[in-house]
């Protein structure tokens, strides 16, 4: 298991589809891409920017709920790719000790890590297989950066709760 890191939020231009990097975090040179929905992108940028929510959306909520049972989250794993879907599990730990494993979507389990401080993972297996070489701070340039905060705050502005009735 690699220890990664939530790296960046972003939209694919070519499908306009948010997509989050989760960056190997102690030899970062590869990033898995993950593509998930707008409400979970909004969700995890929102946690990441730490932005106060009047009240509590479904990952708050989720957090709570583990709290409330004495629970907490310890880790989050991507673990494979099938049929063109990433797959996850969420490592809970409860009151006497025992672990619990809970298969979930990766962006749900990202959400939730994110919220917590969670360490994150990527099977080995899944980051040689569908991994990507990521640029060098000294290779990217700030321009590119801003560039893609700037899609990524238009494709916010775009989404009304609305587009969401029918998920």
Same mark, same amino acid.
């Given at each position: 298991?690699?220890?990664?890191?939530?790296?960046?939020?972003?939209?694919d231009?070519?499908?306009?589809t948010?997509?989050?990097?989760?960056e190997?975090?102690?030899?970062?040179?590869?990033?898995l891409?993950?593509?998930?929905?707008?409400?979970?992108?909004?969700?995890?940028?929102?946690a990441?920017?730490?932005?106060?929510?009047s009240?509590?959306m479904?990952?708050?909520l989720?957090?709570?709920?583990i709290?409330a049972?004495?629970?907490?989250l310890?880790?989050?794993v991507?673990?494979?790719e099938?049929?063109?879907?990433?797959?996850a599990?969420?490592?809970?730990?409860?009151?006497?000790?025992n672990? &619990?494993v809970?298969?979930?979507?990766?962006?749900d389990?990202?959400?939730l890590?994110?919220?917590c401080?969670?360490?994150?993972?990527?099977?080995?297996?899944?980051?040689d297989?569908?991994? &990507?070489?990521?640029?060098?701070?000294?290779?990217?340039?700030?321009e590119?950066?801003?560039?893609?905060?700037?899609?990524?705050?238009?494709?916010?502005?775009r989404?009304?709760?609305?587009?969401?009735?029918?998920?």
């Open positions: 298991m690699l220890e990664v890191r939530l790296a960046d939020v972003r939209v231009l070519s499908s306009n948010p997509v989050i990097l989760l190997e975090k102690l030899d970062a040179r590869r990033a891409p993950v593509y998930i929905g707008a409400p979970e992108a909004t969700a995890i940028a929102l990441i920017q730490h932005v106060p929510v009240r509590p479904s990952h708050d989720m957090l709570d709920i709290s049972l004495g629970a907490s310890e880790k989050i991507v673990t494979e099938r049929d063109e879907t990433y797959y599990e969420m490592y809970l730990k409860v009151k006497n000790g672990e &619990i809970l298969s979930c979507r990766p962006s389990a990202i959400a890590a994110t919220r401080d969670a360490q994150m993972y990527v099977a080995d297996e899944l980051m297989q569908a991994g &990507i070489p990521i640029e060098t701070e000294t290779e990217s340039t700030s590119d950066g801003e560039e893609l905060v700037g899609q990524f705050r238009a494709f916010l502005d989404v009304n709760p609305e587009d969401f009735e029918n998920l």
